[in-house]
């Protein structure tokens, strides 16, 4: 999470958008950052909500705006398989070494995930609390470029962003049968990444 005080922008970390380039780059011109632990730097709104907010509001800035961007759904699944095919994680219950893309998916799409892909939802991620608080930029992962416009605009610095933190390359075959049964299961993840600029 990436705080701009004067500007009143949250950048919020979702996972596996490119939050380690955006760190990166920003890092200088942020007035706060949560980077540690995983479960604040990557804070949803509702923990935002319930940590961060009050925090503002006593400074004065209950106007703080929150940005938050989002991948195309089977894309976000790549990213977050491929992630888990990384040698640190074999023989770990959170590994996907020996699964293909199809079967971690289907897991993905099942009433009760296994640990592997137990990877949450960019929909839950993002959604609105009953008190308004709620995001007001939302970007598309695959429109970098109208992102860096906003950013560029809103914190008057010019931005180059390098690509960090990329997962290797695997084959992310899906049947048609199991894209059809995420886009059904998913359907709150598509809607949101249909709704973003």
Known sequence: MLVFWKARLVFLAVPKTGTSAWETTLLPFASMTVLDPPELKHAPV??????????????????????????????????WYRYRQRGFLEGKSTSTRGLSFDAFCRAYASDTRPAFANVGSQAKFIEPRPNGVSVSHLFKYENQSGLIDFLQDRLQIAIELPRENVSPRRELDLTAETEALLRRTCADDFAVWDSAR
């Not at 319930?50 to 976000?76: H, N, Q, T």
Request: positive net charge; proline residues 6%.
């Open 46 to 79: 509702y923990r935002y909500n319930r940590f961060f907010r009050p925090m503002y509001d006593k400074m004065g800035a209950s106007d703080m705006e929150l940005l938050a961007v989002v991948r195309e759904p089977i894309s976000w699944l790549g990213s």
